[in-house]
């Protein structure tokens, strides 16, 4: 979330708008990680794109006035890095909303950067944990409605090789149980994602590591969700952020 205001910001400081590259200058961040912030934020209302440039949305002008979501977002990205560092790799929280997967928060460090969005995560949700996780907890009118929209598609050789296999692992796991895929999504990447309890809506607390590390990944797991109940009692979590 921090580079996101930081592009906001960015944005914020040129009447006239400024390219995706400029602003990716100016916040300090790489052009890829740039280019998924930016659709993001314009996706969300807080950017509109005219004519090349981006130029802050009507959604910007709220975010001075909304000091209880800001508050509420805050404390959610300070529980995320305090998992990072106890578990040691980057943690990501997404959550099923309006019919697509949504990454709320992501918390990464120099030493282990998160996994680059290189093919857009809503429409690739059969191909990473986030998403299996999310779908596995949709019923099955809900995920047919989304492999209507999103068909399963391999996008790396790793990737579950069509919809009826993919449905065969969903309805094999058992009730809250950790997914897992190894670079299905990136190659070179492995990842788990465990299922979090938010009211009626589907949500997920995930970690990535790089695949020569997957020896890792069942300690990691384990530490995150003895982690995540903290997280749900101390701060009454909440997915309307």
Known sequence: MQRALRLLEAAGSHGDGAPAKQLAREAGLPLPTAYHLLRTLTHEGYLRREGGVFVLGAAAGRLAGGGLQQKRRSMILDSLAHFRDAVGAPVYFAVYREGEIEVVGVSDSPAGPACEEWADFRATGHAHAIGQCLLGQLDEKARKDHYDRHPVEGITPYTVRDLHALEQRIVSWERMQPVTESQEYALGTVCAAIPITAGDTAATMAI???????????????RLRSEVGALLSTLSFSISI
């Open 208 to 222: 990535s590591l790089p695949a020569h590390q997957q020896s890792r990944l069942p300690y990691a797991v384990d």
